[in-house]
């Protein structure tokens, strides 16, 4: 780790860049985690040279304290011309104005440390939000699957007599839905958990995630539940047209989890709010997802050695972009 004169030139001195600029080498730190694993801890001046550049390049709206510091000096220099004042007084004068320019160094520092920190979190949103629209979202736009017939209506009904009947007594978000690892890495296990009481992992087909005549393939309303349990809120980005045929994927779900669980008086999944998209008031967590696990595990490598190395920490979570499941109904 650099001491703390080298990195005080490299915060003061060296070439800016812009958010894109920085963008680009903040996902090649990340792929490179993701490729050699703990090995990177044995390069980390590379990153440390990366986090300076980011900070050094990031504006501060305290660079005005210089403005006042700058009339003390030159006040005091004018007093020292004009020989006005002893020499105890022009030491002490002088020592006042470098002292405030170190606090006013660091508060800048600080300013843009924090700034930079933030720009951090928001490319880390940014990667999740990518990540589920090219695998979840983009691949299903356009296009309305028909669903066959959406399980044994005889098994589920001994199945929610058994176990899910006390559902209709709690709120939605007091049912939570997970995809679990199955031997099909296509079509995950269900488990549903209500009121903190989990229930055995059963097939999809036993709640309708998978069609009866295609058993081991997912169906619409699967693929619809697993965006949901990417990002919720969930945001859409398209065409008016393609925003309808997606609500109609998203209302086949609201009904199928009625269908489920009873009808309450507000709907499972809220309708569509502009600049934040649809909600679902239920719990839903995927346990599958590897590409987003990956992703997660170099982010939270890389937050450790920022907070060790700046000595601030950030609200870095993927799963920051999930409240939605726990707000109140």
């Known amino acids: 780790?650099?001491?703390?004169?080298?990195?005080?030139?490299?915060?003061?001195?060296?070439?800016?860049?812009?958010?894109?600029?920085?963008?680009?080498?903040?996902?090649?730190?990340?792929?490179?985690?993701?490729?050699?694993?703990?090995?990177?801890?044995?390069?980390?001046?590379?990153?440390?040279?990366?986090?300076?550049?980011?900070?050094?390049?990031?504006?501060s709206n305290l660079n005005w304290i210089y403005i006042m510091i700058h009339v003390q000096a030159a006040l005091w220099l004018l007093l020292f011309i004009r020989n006005n004042a002893d020499l105890v007084y022009h030491i002490m004068a002088l020592l006042v104005v470098f002292v405030q320019y170190g606090i006013c160094w660091?508060?800048?520092?600080?300013?843009?440390?924090?700034?930079?920190?933030?720009?951090?979190?928001?490319?880390?949103?940014?990667l999740d939000q990518e990540i589920i629209v090219l695998n979840y979202v983009t691949p299903d736009i356009g296009r309305l699957e028909e669903i066959d017939e959406w399980f044994d209506e005889r098994e589920f009904a001994r199945l929610w007599l058994r176990e899910l009947s006390p559902s209709m007594n709690m709120t939605w978000k007091?049912?939570?839905?997970?995809?679990?690892?199955?031997?099909?890495?296509?079509?995950?296990?269900?488990?549903?958990?209500?009121?903190?009481?989990?229930?055995?992992?059963?097939h999809a087909v036993v709640y309708g995630f998978a069609d009866k005549n295609k058993r081991d393939q997912p169906?619409?309303?699967?693929?619809?539940?697993?965006?949901?349990?990417?990002v919720n809120p969930m945001p859409f980005y398209g065409e008016n047209d393609d925003r309808e045929i997606f609500e109609k994927q998203i209302d086949r779900l609201?009904?199928?989890?009625?269908?489920?669980?009873?009808?309450?008086?507000?709907?499972?999944?809220?309708?569509?709010?502009?600049?934040?998209?649809?909600?679902?008031?239920?719990?839903?967590k995927d346990r599958t997802d590897s590409t987003?696990?990956?992703?997660?595990?170099?982010?939270?490598?890389?937050?450790?050695?920022?907070?060790?190395?700046t000595g601030l920490s950030i609200s870095r979570s993927i799963s920051i972009l999930s409240t939605g499941n726990d707000e109140e109904e």
């Open 106 to 126: 660091l508060a800048v520092f600080s300013d843009r440390q924090g700034k930079f920190m933030m720009v951090i979190q928001q490319w880390l949103n940014q």
């Open 219 to 230: 169906n619409q309303l699967l693929k619809t539940l697993k965006m949901f349990a990417s």
């Open 1 to 59: 780790m650099p001491g703390l004169h080298q990195r005080f030139v490299r915060l003061q001195f060296g070439k800016t860049y812009t958010d894109e600029e920085l963008y680009v080498q903040f996902k090649h730190y990340l792929q490179e985690i993701e490729d050699e694993g703990a090995s990177v801890l044995n390069q980390l001046e590379y990153l440390h040279s990366f986090i300076d550049s980011g900070v050094r390049s990031q504006r």
């Open 174 to 202: 007091k049912i939570l839905i997970e995809l679990l690892p199955s031997g099909n890495p296509m079509l995950p296990a269900i488990r549903v958990t209500l009121g903190g009481k989990r229930k055995a992992p059963q």
């Open 292 to 309: 987003r696990e990956l992703m997660q595990r170099s982010a939270n490598t890389f937050g450790k050695i920022l907070i060790s190395y």
């Open 254 to 284: 609201r009904s199928h989890l009625i269908n489920l669980f009873g009808k309450r008086d507000h709907q499972p999944i809220t309708a569509y709010i502009d600049g934040l998209g649809w909600r679902s008031r239920l719990r839903i």
